[in-house]
């Protein structure tokens, strides 16, 4: 046992000097090496400038109402006149009763469906293919993260399993299901007699998209008088919003032309003619590039220039938004993004295939790394940035300039076909 001590330490103390020599070696060609690469990559530079403004809606503040309110419409959703927006109750008991009475309908409709039934095998296959149904939608919207209709789905899923045990449950007659449907029904009256007063609907007396934000904008930022606010104006409502009312039912947002209203600098506004197009790429919440006309562009004050946009899209997305920043796009230029450095100006000989002479070609490119052997891909500038280049690639075949390539940033001596790595 002693003897193999000296050997195990020998071995250990070997394999360390050699990891050491690896990483030594390692690290010198990495500070030596007289090459530097980078890989090319899809880029796409945008000429554009930022705007923070606001968004400008027709919107009409419905009252605060005085007990427990229980709002019936969800954001962005588009109500009638005369329909129900809100539940108002004057207690507990009156809410509770509420949910016993839509519970009572539910299991009514139930068996209404059941009783008209005739036990068919073909009704039973109906009902099981809706289940089914019902379940694969309420999961492929859960993979995706969408709940925007989750207790509609739900109810369908419950809808479908009750309709299938009311009408296909063992031992249940035409009798029971009768009796049973008739008790409901008298404890559905007892209930609605009660509940009706102490409960308030409050209805939309104009139709419009609900909104349940309201941020005191509403009556000082109108689609009036959003074409008479001048810069300084226009930055005083950004830097100190208005007070909100201390309550509310919610909103009724009567149009579907909604304005941004943003300041840009003079120069940018020069870009923009009345009534023309304009693409702007909202951030944040709202993560969306918006075709939208330009509506006015203001006079000029302190070197700004109010300019108000307007759009019909989107407005059911935008209901919870009012300050938004957005970059405005005059021009996008796609290609390859390299670094300023790696982009060469070479001289060629070129035959002419026509009459054979030879003369000499200025080529702008990139030398490229393939295999260890430098190649020369040519491109022109589309955009530049300030320390990068957008470039298109020239030609066509297996040496034209893809996202991905080796591109050689540092490096002196180049020549295409040259062997650069053993």
Known sequence: MKQGKPLVTFVIFALAAVLALYFGVYVYRALNDPYRTTL???YTADDSVEADGLLVRDELVLPAQGGIVELTRSEGEKVGVGQTVAMVYQNSQAQADQAQIQALEQDIALLQYAVTQDGSVKSGAQLDEDILQAVVELRACACLGDYSRLEEQVQAVKSGV???????????????????????????????????AATTRVTASQSGVFSSLVDGYEQSLTPQSVFTLSPGELTALLDGPPQPPAASTGKLILSDQWYFAANLPEQAAQQLYQGGQALLRFAGDFTQDVTMTVEQIGPAQEGLCAIVF??????SSTTLLRRQSAQLIFDSRSGLRIPKQALRLVEQTVTDPET?????????????????????????????????????PVGSGRKILRAGDEVIVQGTGLQDGQLLRA
């Open 356 to 392: 054979g002479e030879e003369r000499v070609s200025s080529l702008l490119g990139v030398y490229t790394l393939v295999n260890g052997r430098v190649e020369f891909k040519q491109a022109e500038v589309a955009a530049e940035g300030s320390d990068y280049y957008v470039v298109t």
């Open 40 to 42: 090319a990559y899809a």
């Open 162 to 196: 009750l309709k299938r045990g009311y009408t296909y449950g063992d031992g249940v007659t035409a009798d029971d299901l009768t009796a049973r449907l008739q008790s409901l029904r008298g404890q559905l009256s007892q209930l609605s007699q009660r509940s009706s």
């Open 310 to 315: 307007s759009s019909d899209r989107y407005l």
